[in-house]
């Protein structure tokens, strides 16, 4: 498993198995954010800007701004 976070290569030669369960789990992962009280995050991610747009923008914490 890879620490360091998403590594797309690792992911293209997983079996086909395991990526349908990383995709699940991702998505599951998702909708946990989507209900959380607060979500804190950067807008370089594409996962903080798809859960702020999900969420309205309520609860969103961009610590890039945070001083």
């Known amino acids: ?21 990383r995709t699940l789990q991702f998505f599951c992962e998702l909708e946990s954010l989507f209900a959380a009280k607060l979500f804190f995050g950067t807008p370089s991610s594409n996962v903080f800007n798809l859960v702020r747009y999900m969420r309205g ?7 890039t701004a945070v001083n």
């Open 1 to 21: 498993q890879n620490l360091r976070g998403y590594d797309q290569t690792e992911f293209n030669l997983s079996t086909k198995k395991e990526r349908r369960a």
């Open 57 to 63: 923008n309520r609860g969103v914490v961009d610590v």
